[in-house]
């Protein structure tokens, strides 16, 4: 990042509040999800954003959005407190058509996300029923299928890289894992894992204190990318002002080896793309950074002064 690395804000023209923005593979386009039940989506040159698309389907405030891999179209899945999940396709430039709606669950789903595209077109979504949906596109239909999750809702979802642990390092093709992770109102981290055998989804115990680390709501999780290497890492962030990182040991089991103090409640946890950096944020308006150092610990990226810009001095005025 160079020092004249700077931020840009711009006006969306939603009429209410803003709950999600995510970039698209390419990082060419934003979409946006809020509270007056649309979707907007923005093309991006440089500074300049453009509004080409406004996608409305739901009846209620839209929580989140997730871009589907370029692998299998340009996809759009959306869900809201109406109680739908939502998959759009641009089926021409800037065209928009929602292919695909559920409405499923009895209550309001918090959190959509797409399986790795090597997991094929797979989409999991987080409800406050309580339950896990997993949509997957298969013979040219989608089909559906549920699992009990977290008594009291389910507020996140977040899919586990399809390359395992380890893989870079052995011979042939690697093996293709479906797992996920969640985060609940019972104040847990859970792992589930398809089961072939079995035809369904199954919990897999491996969680230190299974899973309860949090003292509260936990917000949100995130499975951190995978080039293949050694050991696997998962965030998760709670009410309890709290955001944990979890890591794989050699017997499989995954430990919280850094927990992080937050001046307010964190609401989401976002790594980057090689999985070394992640972000948590709270509710004062702050996003930290937190990066992995040499000797396997993990630092405040502001406290190790590392590959930021020279922050400006800046004088707090009254308003």
């Not at 079995?198 to 919990?203: A, I, R, S, T």
């Not at 949090?214 to 050694?230: C, E, F, I, M, N």
């Not at 089991?253 to 980057?272: D, F, Q």
Request: proline share 4%.
């Amino acid at each position: 990042m160079s020092e004249s690395s700077t931020g840009v804000s711009f006006e969306t023209g939603h009429e209410e509040m803003i709950h999600d923005a995510q970039m698209d593979y390419y990082g060419k386009r934003i979409a946006t999800a809020s509270s007056d039940r649309s979707i907007k989506i923005f093309e991006l040159q440089g500074k300049n954003q453009t509004l080409v698309a406004e996608l409305k389907g739901h009846s209620g405030p839209v929580w989140q959005v997730a871009w589907g891999h370029p692998k299998h179209g340009n996809l759009l899945a959306s869900c809201s407190y109406d109680r739908k999940v939502c998959i759009w396709q641009e089926v021409q430039k800037n065209n928009w058509r929602k292919v695909y709606e559920d409405a499923s669950h009895r209550a309001s789903v918090n959190s959509v996300c797409w399986a790795p595209h090597e997991a094929g077109r797979a989409l999991a979504a987080a409800s406050a029923d309580g339950k896990i949906s997993v949509h997957t596109f298969k013979d040219n239909k989608w089909s559906r299928e549920e699992f009990p999750a977290h008594p009291g809702g389910v507020n996140s979802v977040s899919w586990a890289p399809a390359v395992t642990p380890n893989s870079l390092l052995q011979q042939g093709n690697p093996n293709v894992l479906k797992q996920i992770v969640t985060g609940g109102c019972d104040n847990r981290v859970r792992i589930w894992c398809f089961n072939d055998m079995k035809g369904q989804w199954v919990e897999k115990r491996c969680l230190k204190n299974d899973g309860k680390v949090h003292k509260a709501w936990v917000r949100d999780v995130a499975w951190a990318p995978s080039l293949g290497l050694p050991g696997s890492t998962i965030a998760s962030c709670s009410e309890d002002k709290t955001a944990c990182i979890w890591t794989e040991n050699k017997d499989g089991l995954y430990e919280p080896i850094k927990n992080i103090s937050c001046k307010g409640k964190a609401w989401r946890v976002s790594w980057s793309t090689m999985g070394n950096i992640l972000a948590v944020s709270e509710g004062s308006n702050s996003v930290t950074l937190w990066k992995e150092s040499v000797d396997g610990k993990w630092q405040n990226l502001a406290d190790m002064d590392e590959g930021l810009p020279n922050k400006p001095e800046v004088k707090a005025s009254n308003r």
